[in-house]
């Protein structure tokens, strides 16, 4: 039986208290009991700051139960009033009736408030997001406050003053507290009544949604792309997208990002490429006009099959990265022109699939991303053996064989760390436990290891300096627009403009130097979780002598790197037939559940000459990969050119045949000529 965790506890006596708080205040408002109405206004508004802290989700909750915060504080000056209405003189009614009046009308600016925002947000909502463009004609500007756009705080803020008003002079027995926090309240909601107003003016409002769309068409002509990158997805699948950026940018021509969700814009890198979003369909298909020729495509997604009905664009299918899971043969890729792969181990893959992916479709251009790998130069030349430990997450399938971390991934590490030469880096699929909690429960349980096993290794760590903080900094300055916290998607497209000559060789000169301080910073004896969105997976595999992983695409790209690797095999298969079955396996220590080969695969790794895997590897890197020559990068662009110029002769084809169909200009006739009489 799974017993609560420590937040959903804490949420729910936080929720008993304010419904506790709320009973209180209507007894005492009843009674009526000056104290208790007092403590237990009090309580409820405690509650409110703590909910808000530390269980935004049951806010949620209470929200869709009609329970929102407008109620809530709406119930808690209503029985302040009863509670002052029902103490003392019974003529109470009429000294007390100014102060309803004034509540009443504090609640009636809110409702105007709110709905004013929502126009001020309608207006700022632009059909195009852009991001590495100048944007600047469309009369963008700064985003109201925060607080203006956020009801309920904005009603906790405002209405605080009157709230106090209230309970002192329940206190006191002086209204003029009352109505002097009945003031307050009522002129903060006039001023941002005002600030949003002046919003809605003709001069200051962001262009209409025709103007937007003028301008993104007179701006597509003006860039004139050629090639492209799609990408539809959920919030934590933008890494997907991000490992074809430098490749993207390293294209002979003017690349282009095309998105679908708003808030993708951020979550996607920062390269020099510029950036567009377009959520809706109909914008979508004004590419149709555009000099675009190629998309390629790293995912598949519910909306790929929106942009594929643009026939003037051809689209190739990339994957964001290449496996023997049944995923990396997925027949919905048959509707690409081309499908572009490593080696000719993907080629293969697709004949034996048979989902009717032809063979002459099928074109293989490297991993271009694996340049940055660095080859194996020798064992480890130091105290430690590093060991990097990249499982992959679980699947939709709910096959036990697609990730190690449930069955295998405790035995694994536990193994690893029982070695005193070893140094681990763990570094868990962004997806783990998204679909079966037993993985996300795994993944903790491993965590917990590591930071046992580092509490008990103890050594000198670096001194202290500034080095890691000084490339932090100038990396993220250059990565990293300047956006406020409160900034909305108009203020960043104004802010995260054009970018300036050279930023892209510069963003790659500070990944480097941070990188160098970033290991640097660490103990070389300390094991280490990697969960940050740097360093990336291929700045482990340099550090790394050995991986540890399920089959997934980074066993693939880790053997463009030459080095020992183990594959976990919590199928159930015999090896024999798990190796067949998954063939990039085969070069592969293949380890099972109980972890029980590690020691002879780490006395491999540290004494090469009893590494019996190495000529494997090296065909094996051949077959998944490629050739070393030319670059990856070079058939990556080549494969763009071909299809971009098939592309370009298809558009010609169709226009010429279409020309006979399209009408001609009417041209008046002379009568004389016409054979008419004047």
């Known amino acids: 039986m799974r017993l609560p965790s420590r937040r959903t506890t804490v949420g729910g006596l936080a929720a008993a208290v304010l419904a506790a708080a709320f009973a209180a205040q209507t007894v005492a408002a009843l009674r009526p009991h000056v104290p208790l109405l007092l403590a237990a206004t009090a309580a409820s508004l405690a509650m409110e700051g703590v909910l808000y802290r530390w269980q935004p989700g049951l806010l949620s909750l209470f929200a869709t139960s009609h329970a929102d915060l407008t109620l809530r504080h709406v119930l808690r000056d209503l029985l302040l009033v009863v509670g002052l209405l029902r103490i003392g003189e019974q003529d109470r009614e009429t000294a007390y009736a100014p102060l309803v009046a004034g509540l009443l009308v504090f609640y009636g600016l809110h409702c105007a408030l709110q709905a004013v925002s929502v126009l001020v947000r309608r207006t700022r909502t632009l059909p195009v997001v852009t991001r590495n463009i100048d944007a600047s004609a469309l009369r963008l500007s700064p985003a109201p406050p925060s607080l203006l756009r956020r009801s309920g705080h904005r009603l906790t803020a405002y209405g605080l003053p009157s709230t106090a008003g209230l309970l002192a002079t329940a206190a006191t027995g002086d209204p003029r507290c009352a109505a002097f926090g009945v003031a307050v309240s009522v002129g903060l909601t006039l001023k941002g009544l005002y600030g949003l107003l002046v919003r809605l003016l003709p001069s200051r409002r962001p262009a209409g949604e025709q103007e937007v769309l003028d301008w993104f068409d007179a701006w597509l002509a003006r860039y004139r792309p050629t090639v492209g990158l799609y990408f539809s997805g959920g919030t934590s699948s933008a890494y997907q997208a991000n490992m074809w950026l430098e490749p993207l940018a390293k294209l002979d021509g003017r690349p282009l990002i095309v998105l679908r969700e708003r808030f993708m814009v951020q979550k996607i890198a920062a390269p020099d490429v510029p950036i567009v979003c377009l959520p809706k369909v109909s914008t979508l298909l004004r590419l149709e006009q555009s000099t675009l020729q190629v998309l390629i495509h790293p995912s598949n997604s519910g909306k790929t099959s929106q942009v594929l009905r643009i026939p003037t664009v051809k689209h190739a299918f990339v994957n964001h990265g290449e496996s023997d899971k049944l995923s990396s043969c997925n027949p919905y890729v048959k509707a690409y022109d081309e499908v572009w792969v490593a080696g000719p181990a993907a080629r293969e893959r697709y ?173 070389a004896w300390e094991h280490q979780i990697v969960t940050a969105a740097r360093p990336e997976l291929y700045s482990c595999f340099n550090r790394a002598d050995l991986l540890v992983s399920d089959v997934s695409s980074v066993v693939s790209d880790f053997l463009a790197s030459g080095k020992p690797y183990a594959v976990a095999n919590t199928s159930g298969l015999a090896e024999d037939t798990f190796r067949m079955t998954f063939p990039t396996a085969g070069a592969a220590t293949v380890l099972t559940p109980d972890a029980a080969g590690v020691p002879k695969l780490l006395d491999a790794v540290r004494h090469p000459e009893r590494d019996e895997l190495a000529g494997a590897r090296a065909k094996l890197k051949r077959h998944l990969l490629g050739p070393d020559e030319p670059a990856a990068q070079a058939r990556f662009d080549d494969a763009v050119q071909a299809l971009g110029s098939a592309a370009r002769e298809h558009r010609a084809r169709m226009a010429e045949r279409l020309a006979p169909e399209i009408p001609g200009p009417r041209h008046e006739t002379a009568p004389e000529a016409a054979g008419m009489p004047e």
């Open 351 to 523: 004949a034996q699939a048979e989902v009717g992916v032809e063979d002459k479709d099928v074109v293989e251009i490297g991993r271009p991303q694996l340049d940055a790998v660095r080859p194996y130069a020798g064992p480890p030349t130091g105290k430690y053996t590093t060991v990097l430990y990249a499982p992959t997450w679980e699947g939709w399938d709910g096959n036990p064989g697609n990730t190690s971390v449930i069955e295998a991934g405790g035995n694994l590490v536990r193994a690893l760390l029982a070695d005193p030469g070893v140094r681990l880096l763990y570094k868990p699929h962004p997806l783990t436990g998204s679909v079966d909690p037993r993985a996300g429960a795994a993944d903790l349980r491993i965590r917990e290891l590591v930071r046992v096993a580092n509490r008990e290794r103890a050594g000198r760590r670096p001194s202290e300096d500034s080095e890691l903080a000084l490339r932090t900094r100038e990396l993220d300055r250059l990565t990293t627009a300047a956006c406020r916290a409160g900034a909305d998607q108009a203020e960043r497209m104004l802010v995260q403009s054009a970018p300036e000559p050279g930023r892209a060789e510069a963003v790659a000169r500070a990944t480097a130097a941070w990188e160098k301080a970033y290991w640097s910073s660490l103990p």
